[in-house]
């Protein structure tokens, strides 16, 4: 497949005159620039200004060569990073134009064992993510960073607010879980929040998320795909979004999380959604997703490839009883660096890379004290 016939190079001005910086580490799809060999690339960034089934956010979609005017400003940090910059997507007549085009993108990367970050516009265009690996029969684990669960209904026309909706209702469906961190019960439907329950996804309140953030650890590192919409940040750090609110994720918050998900090795596909240009504050926001995705590239080049459902060896194993549920669990924990999973009784062929269930010490001490930790009660009824 020839990806440069969907793209269109950046116009963004590069400057490139400090040798430390991250642009010296890219290979750029630009005016000046042809579109880049992709041999022996590790990611590669697709601008996509698509906004038309945004939510309140129409303006979106000027948001790819702002964001890279930041992050190439950047220095690099210790690791050497190969990435190529594909420039933008050409806009196709309608939304589902620019779906199918992206997930023909994503897909013909993650098949050259590249990984794509979109840099949206709009939130939707998760979407084109699920299908690229929906289209390979991938079971899906899907991660996102937002405010709102972005339901919706599934019979009307998908937005930024619906996305997810589309996905649980396809058919054949490759969604295995969704998890959602940072969500606001007051910006949230209680029919949704009991939604999440009867489908045994996992939803993780903005307080409880704030009080042990390395919990979430484990949930981003079970994930084949993130997404992230901006306005999970609190507004006077991420002003660039008219869905943000004066409560949220600090800045701080955001990088750490993303820097999981670039150590997880089953991170396939992160996008980075919903940040409006017009309403920034001297380029506040889109310097923020700068450090992110910087963030993120850190933690890619910091990744150990332990694979415990084929590493076993790697691992020290525990088996703890949980006498009053007549249940035993079994625990791992890496040798390397201490990481920990816990077995899910289940179609270990049919869900190999799923069975293993990224956990952290905490679960393995509520194991200890006689109770079934809460992640692998809800983990278990997946499989049911």
Known sequence: MDLKTYLEPTLFAIDDQLQTLMIQGVSVYSETDKFPDLDDIDMAIIGVPESR????NAKCNDAPDIIREHFYSLHQGE???KIADLGNLKIGQSPTDTYAALADIVGGLIDANILPIVLGGSQDLTIATYNALANRK???????LDNRFDLGDPEHDI????YLSKMIVSQPNFLFTYSNAGFQTYLVDRYAIQLMKNLNFDAYRLGVLRQSIQEIEPVVRNADVMSVDVSAIRKSDAPGNPNA???GLFGEEASQIM???GRSEKMRAI???EYNPSLDVDGQTAQLIGIMLWCFIEGFYQRKHEYPYKDKEKLTKYIVSVDEEDQEIVFYKSKTTDRWWMEIPGNEDKYQAHYMLPCSYADYEQAMQNELPDRWVTALARFV
């Not at 089934?53 to 309140?56: E, G, S």
């Not at 937005?159 to 619906?162: E, F, G, H, Q």
């Open 259 to 261: 820097r999981y998900a």
């Open 138 to 144: 991938q079971i899906i684990n899907l991660f996102a």
């Open 271 to 273: 996008g980075i959604y």
């Open 79 to 81: 690791f050497k990073h």
């Open 53 to 56: 089934n945004a939510w309140n």
């Open 159 to 162: 937005t930024s607010r619906s």
């Open 245 to 247: 609110v004066a409560t």
